[in-house]
């Protein structure tokens, strides 16, 4: 079992950054791969970007390709998003989620457990 606690959204203005983060209960979080996901108002919820387990593989949405970074500190037991040139079309509740399986994925369905999200609102 894997308790997610989402942090770090807010009110940020078209350009900005912001650093989201994913503290993570238990001591097996380095067998989890890690996603971030967001959801829209009247929105799908949408892959974000992933992490492998060790770490050394990344995916992201072409949407936020090169201004998205996603990482992992298993010593923390947290994965961060950092977001750099936020545009308002990035607003959203922003949800990590942890999967089980050493594949990486962008389908939310195969993710096991899920934080309660963070708001993330960027004003033009």
């Known amino acids: 079992q894997v308790q997610l606690v989402e942090s770090g959204g807010g009110l940020v203005q078209a350009g900005g950054s912001l650093r989201l983060s994913c503290a993570a209960s238990?001591?097996?979080?380095?067998?989890?791969?890690m996603g971030w996901f967001r959801q829209a108002p009247r929105k799908e919820r949408e892959f974000v970007a992933l992490?492998?387990?060790?770490?050394?593989?990344?995916n992201y949405a072409d949407s936020v390709k090169g201004r998205f970074t996603i990482s992992r500190d298993d010593a923390k037991n947290t994965v961060y998003l950092q977001m750099n040139k936020l545009k308002t079309e990035d607003t959203a509740v922003y949800y990590c989620?942890?999967?089980?399986?050493?594949?990486?994925?962008?389908?939310?369905?195969?993710?096991?457990?899920w934080g309660q999200g963070t708001q993330v609102t960027v004003s033009s």
């Open positions: 992490i492998s387990r060790s770490g050394g593989i990344t």
């Open positions: 989620a942890a999967r089980a399986a050493a594949s990486t994925t962008v389908v939310a369905e195969s993710y096991n457990y």
């Open positions: 238990g001591r097996t979080f380095s067998a989890y791969a």
